[in-house]
């Protein structure tokens, strides 16, 4: 019988990224005949020139296909968690037929976190094998299965007395300080539902690797921790799922790059859907100028009352990014500094010798190729998990600085202090040999295969 996966993911590059780098190794290296890949989204045209030369379209093996959204993530309320969980419940339709066309019907469906529902339109079309893919790290999928491993009172009562979660075998998760109750509710209520959904899965993939989290990959392996609670469903952490840098692309950012020095250019960027406020906007413009420390910074339009507002931005609604820069800010930095509206080539730039940091919101996939490039960086996180991995990676891993956790504006001159550790002081040497080390144990997990071979065809 043909080997048939389809895999589908929710909206948004950083999820995307990932599901399309597992199709391909489930292609390449775990015998499937044939993937087919379903990318939610609410702009297909938008979606198609982001993915843009990860899609190999020419290969009937692995087939890429757009699930077009009749609902906009600009119109929605609430979180970015909550706008994606009531966008995938609406494809879910959709999601259904196209697994029902399918030829030859797949034997293997993937979703991620927030396709869960789709798992119980697998079941009911008899798909024998049902999996996860956590898109970001394992202490996510830790904090996901536990909060529903407790009653709704008891998760509020743990989140009120202490404002932390104390997840078994693992470092406790700290809340944030709830700003809207009514949707902090939602928030938790779609959450318990997603860990509810995950253990219904045969099993589930992470995007992590062993030496990147120890500690909860070992409470995942342990029948007295996490092991209990997700009630016998193996967890297979099969990261990094990371795109390489294309060889030979050409792009002028990558040309101003080959003119610079080794390690000496600071790389800034918030991820798909990161947006600043237009005081922080100019603000961080300020301090990247006082540094005098060479840059590439991808500008976006500021959004006052969402940080995530980028990810659902139509450019239709986008003003010129540029005008939001301080007066003469660009004549001032020609000469050490580039300013790329909306979007770069990331992998491409992380991978470039004259990389030598990166300020960032601390997106899985960001945090991921900072990693296999061996880039320290600066932790910025803005919202939805970011701050766990801002945490992970300064405090646990040590191969990040953080700015200031106060949720005011980061001022140019904590900037400037902060680049300056990353680039010139010993802080930033020891980071620079820890991401170095932690980059060698991604080759590893890389040669590897942590899924057993077996495994899809029984
Ligand atoms: N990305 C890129 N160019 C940009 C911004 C983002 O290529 O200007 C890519 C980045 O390399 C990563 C993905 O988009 O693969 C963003 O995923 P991440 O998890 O870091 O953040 P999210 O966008 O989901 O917040």
């Known amino acids: 019988m043909e080997l048939h996966g389809a895999l589908v993911a929710s909206p948004g590059m950083g999820h995307a990224v990932p599901i399309l780098e597992l199709g391909k190794r489930l292609l390449n290296q775990h015998g499937f005949d044939r993937v087919t890949v379903f990318l939610v989204t609410d702009d297909v045209s938008r979606s198609k020139s982001l993915i843009g030369k990860t899609s190999t379209e020419e290969d009937p093996k692995f087939v890429i296909r757009f699930l077009q959204l009749g609902v906009s993530g600009q119109e929605l309320n609430g979180s970015l968690l909550t706008k994606l969980a009531e966008m995938m419940r609406e494809a879910l339709p959709q999601i259904k037929s196209a697994f029902m066309e399918l030829e030859p019907r797949p034997s293997v469906i993937v979703v991620d976190l927030l396709g869960t529902e789709a798992l119980a339109v697998a079941k009911e079309l008899q798909i024998m094998k049902k999996h996860v893919l956590v898109t970001t790290s394992a202490w996510f999928l830790a904090l996901t299965v536990y909060m529903a491993s407790l009653d709704k009172e008891t998760l509020l009562k743990q989140l009120r007395s202490r404002g932390a979660l104390l997840i078994p075998g693992c470092n406790p998760v700290m809340f944030d300080p709830v700003k809207d109750p009514s949707n902090y509710i939602r928030e938790l209520a779609e959450s318990q539902r997603i860990g509810a959904e995950v253990i219904t899965a045969d099993g589930v993939f992470v995007n992590t690797w062993h030496d990147l989290e120890p500690v909860t990959i070992g409470s995942f392996l342990d029948p007295e921790n996490l092991g209990r609670v997700m009630r016998g469903v193996p967890v297979h952490p099969v990261g990094p799922l990371v795109r390489f840098a294309e060889p030979g692309l050409k792009h002028d950012v990558l040309n101003w790059l080959d003119l610079q020095p080794k390690e000496s250019v600071v790389y800034v960027s918030f991820g798909s859907g990161g947006a600043l406020t237009a005081e922080q906007t100019m ?137 300056k550790r990353m680039m010139d002081e010993e802080e930033g040497k020891e980071m620079r040999t820890n991401v170095k080390e932690l980059k060698k144990t991604a080759e590893e997990a890389l040669k590897k295969s942590h899924i057993p071979s077996s495994y899809f065809s029984q």
């Not at 080539?345 to 899985?364: D, R």
């Not at 803005?382 to 005011?408: C, F, H, P, W």
Request: net charge negative; hydrophobic share 40%; with cysteine.
């Open 283 to 419: 603000e961080l413009a300020y301090g990247l100028e006082l540094t005098g420390q060479r840059f590439i910074w991808v500008v976006r339009s500021p959004a006052e009352d969402d940080p995530s507002a980028s990810m659902f931005d139509k450019t239709k609604n986008q003003t010129e990014p540029l005008d939001y820069l301080p007066e003469g800010f660009l004549d001032r930095t020609k000469d050490i500094g580039l300013v790329v509206r909306t979007w770069a080539p990331q992998e491409e730039i992380l991978a470039h010798k004259s990389t030598g940091g990166f300020v960032s919101h601390c997106g899985w996939n960001s945090v991921l190729e900072s990693i296999v490039n061996g880039v320290p960086m600066i932790a910025w996180p803005l919202y939805s998990e970011q701050s766990m991995n801002a945490r992970l990676v300064s405090e646990e891993l040590k191969i990040a600085t953080r700015v200031g956790v106060d949720d005011g504006i980061v001022k140019k001159e904590e900037i400037v202090e902060m680049v």
